[in-house]
Every structure is written in structure tokens, then in C-alpha cells.
């Protein structure tokens, strides 16, 4: 199995930057496609972005897209979402999924899921 744990969330003032971090321990990480979603009250769980297992293809929502970059270091089983220029509307809990299908993490579907991490942007 894949264990991932979330951190680096925090209060930001909008327009302010933020690095999540998501380290995994299990067999094999570096075969796994790798995503963050997130969810904000009262609202359903979103997929924010997603990386390939070597790396070499990213994916966006289109609402970071420009704000957001996602990488990944497989030597030190780690992902990474930095997140500048935050908005009000980035306000939710953070969660980092794993899977050896990249459609299934897309699409919300991924095998192994993080505790999440709260990252709240403040106007």
C-alpha cells in the first residue's frame, strides 16, 4: 500500500503563496500518478491538479492554471502544489490521492487518498 500525509496549509491573506507538501511511503511511489482535490463547505470535492508517474505530463483545473504548479520528487517520495496568487475562493481542505492509473486520479477515482491539509486564503 501507498500511505500519503498532507501538510503545509495554513492563513494566507489573498495573493499571498503557499507550498503543500504530500509524502508518500509505500512500494514502488514512483510509479504512481499523483493528484490533489480539493473541498471547500458545502461544496463537492474538485480536482485541482495531477502529474504523471516520471513527471513529464502535468494537468490542471482551469481555475489554478497559471497559479498553481504541481511536481513531484520521486527520490525523496514527495509531491508538491505550490500555490501562489490565492484567492479567497482556494479556501478549502487539501488532499493529496495516488494511483497507478493517472485517469483514475483525474478523475477523483484514486486508490490511496491523504488526511488532507486546510488551506484558508483570507480577504
Known amino acids: 500500500q501507498v500511505q500519503l500525509v498532507e501538510s503545509g496549509g495554513g492563513l494566507v491573506q489573498a495573493g499571498g503563496s503557499l507550498r503543500l507538501s504530500c509524502a508518500a511511503s509505500?512500494?514502488?511511489?514512483?510509479?504512481?500518478?499523483m493528484g490533489w482535490f480539493r473541498q471547500a463547505p458545502g461544496k463537492e470535492r474538485e480536482f485541482v491538479a495531477a502529474i504523471s508517474w516520471s513527471g513529464a505530463r502535468t494537468f490542471y483545473a482551469n481555475s489554478v492554471k497559471g497559479r498553481f504548479t504541481i511536481a513531484r520528487d520521486n527520490a525523496k517520495n514527495t509531491v508538491y502544489l505550490q500555490m501562489n496568487s490565492l484567492k479567497p475562493e482556494d479556501t478549502a481542505v487539501y488532499y493529496c490521492?495516488?494511483?497507478?492509473?493517472?485517469?483514475?486520479?483525474?478523475?477523483?477515482?484514486?486508490?490511496?487518498w491523504g488526511q488532507g491539509t486546510q488551506v484558508t486564503v483570507s480577504s
Open positions: 490521492a495516488a494511483d497507478l492509473n493517472s485517469l483514475t486520479v483525474r478523475n477523483g477515482q484514486g486508490r490511496y
Open positions: 509505500g512500494r514502488t511511489f514512483s510509479s504512481y500518478a
